[in-house]
Nanobody, 121 residues
C-alpha cells in the first residue's frame, strides 16, 4: 500500500557530488521519520541520516559536514545532498519512511529498493 522509491544514484569521481531523492506514495496519513541507510560490499548496513517531520536531523559521524538531508513534507520526499564524496561512500543507499496510514493505525516502516552510489578513486 506504500511505495518508497529512491533515485539519483550513479557513478561519480572522488570529490564530486550527487543528490539522492526518495518519494513515498500510497496510503499515507502522516510520515514520522524518514531516513537513509547504506550498505557497502562486505559491510553491515549503517545509518546515514534520519530526518524528523519537523526537519530536524542527525547524521553518522562518517558523513557529518559532507552530507545534508532535507524533507518536503507536502511531497512526502526526503533528499540527500552528498558532497566531497569519497570511495568509502560507495554503497547501496536505502531510504525508509515511517508511515501512519490513518488516524487510528500504527506506524509501519517501509523501505525502498535502494540506489547504487559508486565513487571512483
Amino acid at each position: 500500500q506504500v511505495q518508497v522509491v529512491e533515485s539519483g544514484g550513479g557513478l561519480v569521481q572522488a570529490g564530486g557530488s550527487l543528490r539522492l531523492s526518495c518519494v513515498a506514495s500510497g496510503t499515507i496519513f502522516t510520515i514520522n521519520v524518514m531516513g537513509w541507510y547504506r550498505q557497502a560490499p562486505g559491510k553491515q548496513r549503517e545509518l546515514v541520516t534520519a530526518v524528523n517531520s519537523d526537519g530536524s536531523t542527525n547524521y553518522a559521524d562518517s558523513v557529518k559536514g559532507r552530507f545534508t538531508a532535507s524533507r518536503d513534507n507536502a511531497k512526502n520526499t526526503v533528499y540527500l545532498q552528498m558532497n566531497s564524496l569519497k570511495p568509502e561512500d560507495t554503497a547501496v543507499y536505502y531510504c525508509n519512511a515511517d508511515v501512519r496510514g490513518s488516524w487510528y493505525s500504527s506506524i509501519n516502516r517501509y523501505w525502498g529498493q535502494g540506489t547504487q552510489v559508486t565513487v571512483s578513486s
